[in-house]
């Protein structure tokens, strides 16, 4: 069975978030590099473009976190904890943050993306054109690349996809090319 059968299976094809049955995805928590269904979860539209950015943050279409932030599944509970995260400053979100509990590893993996920092204190990771990435972005390469250690190049045009933050530097993300997990310089990408 495919990861999306499965997800649709346990989810009882409804969002794993608001419990829409309306434009189901399956999304796979950033930085993970390998979808699975212990790291995915199935979303709809609504929910999807709001987590992604592409929507303002609709705080009431979040109120269903109430419900879904229980959930049995950690990417279930990591996503409840970064949307609740991004509305921590509305008095509802704060006090459903205090009562959820994730264990370390689920807390490690949530707190990933920064979500949970001060915009202030936010490391911000921009591409060459000063678009700022996401875990998670599909980028492309705008200029050949040598490999250290390595007699690789990753050449000029090559996408990478699903990378991941260096949450201590902000010239640092991580990517695969073939194979192979490589660190990259955020002047040498354009996000797609």
Do not use: F
Not at 8 to 15: A, E, Q
Not at 45 to 53: D, S, V
Not at 104 to 129: M, P
Not at 156 to 161: E, L, N, R
């Amino acid at each position: 069975m495919s990861i999306l059968q499965t997800l649709k299976s346990r989810s009882n094809s409804t969002c794993e978030l608001c419990k829409s049955d309306d434009n189901l995805k399956q999304y796979t928590i950033p930085p993970s590099v390998n979808e699975n269904v212990a790291n995915s979860l199935l979303v709809c539209k609504t929910c999807l473009q709001q987590i992604e950015g592409v929507e303002t943050m609709d705080a009431n279409h979040w109120r269903c976190l109430n419900d879904s932030m229980w959930s049995e599944h950690e990417a279930v509970q990591i996503m409840a904890w970064r949307m609740l995260q991004r509305l921590r400053h509305e008095a509802w979100p704060k006090d459903l943050l205090d009562m959820m509990y994730l264990n370390e590893e689920a807390l490690a993996l949530a707190r990933a993306t920064g979500e949970h920092e001060d915009t202030v204190n936010k490391i911000n990771h921009r591409d060459a054109n000063g678009v700022e990435l996401q875990s998670g972005d599909t980028i492309i390469l705008i200029k050949d690349l040598k490999v250290k250690g390595s007699s690789m190049v990753a050449k000029q045009g090559t996408t990478i996809k699903n990378i991941r933050l260096d949450h201590e530097n902000e010239k640092y993300i991580e990517g695969k090319v073939g194979t192979q997990q490589l660190v990259i310089i955020t002047n040498y990408v354009k996000k797609i």
